[in-house]
């Protein structure tokens, strides 16, 4: 496989489950990013890890729990979630994390759907 | 506060032109960037502007003008398959991407 793979696509859950969300880059980037995805508002940066750190937490509630195990996956625990949390999750990717580079593109993935009830 | 601005939503007949415009206000500007997302997928990218100018790729362009603090994406020869959101995002002096709320393009035969 190529490029940035993120499952499952589609995930319902309920507020009390507990859920993770997976991310899987084979590009050989060295940063992966979280992000939420509302309709009509902007990209929402979640989490941002550079080499296995993380490196960014952007005042995400605590009931968003993110795991790096290695440069190539990326996980988002997910616990008591709220029904405003239901969004569309992207994971992305990039050669370095953005303070490297101006020019630091970002592959994303397709996304999982996430629907709180 | 910094912001990005674009349309909500543009309609355009297949085979015509369009310009979608992106305005911002940031800290700093280290690069401005156009993605497309078709409904259901990946973002992916289409270019990045540093330098004012125009920057033609294929049937795609985008232009900076970083006195004005604004910027276009101009398709031509539209088609259907151009039926997509577009977003904008600009790296601010922390290296940070502060995005748009995207501009879904719907194209009409």
């Known amino acids: 496989e190529t490029g940035v793979t993120q499952t499952p696509r589609h995930l319902v859950m309920g507020m009390t489950n507990k859920k993770s969300l997976k991310c899987e880059q084979h590009l050989g980037h060295n940063a992966m990013y979280w992000y939420k995805q509302s309709a009509k508002k902007p990209l929402e940066l979640m989490f941002v890890y550079s080499l296995e750190e993380r490196v960014e937490n952007n005042s995400v509630p605590s009931r968003f729990s993110p795991e790096c195990p290695n440069s190539s996956h990326l996980f988002l625990h997910l616990h008591t979630l709220q029904p405003e949390d239901s969004a569309l999750y992207l994971c992305a990717s990039s050669p370095g994390e953005s303070s490297s580079s101006g020019a630091n593109v970002l592959t994303f993935g397709a996304g999982s759907r996430l629907t709180v009830l | 506060g910094q912001n990005i601005d674009q349309p909500t939503e543009m309609t355009a007949t297949e085979g015509a032109i369009v310009q979608i415009n992106c305005t911002y206000q940031t800290s700093g500007f280290n690069g401005l960037f156009w993605y497309q997302q078709h409904a259901g997928e990946a973002p992916t990218f289409l270019s990045y502007n540093v330098l004012d100018g125009l920057e033609e790729k294929g049937r795609f362009s985008s232009f900076l003008s970083r006195s004005k603090g604004y910027s276009y994406l101009l398709l031509k020869e539209l088609q259907m398959k151009d039926s997509a959101s577009y977003l904008c995002?600009?790296?601010?002096?922390?290296?940070?991407?502060?995005w748009g709320a995207g501009t879904k393009l719907i194209i009409k035969p």
């Open positions: 995002a600009v790296m601010d002096s922390n290296y940070q991407l502060i």
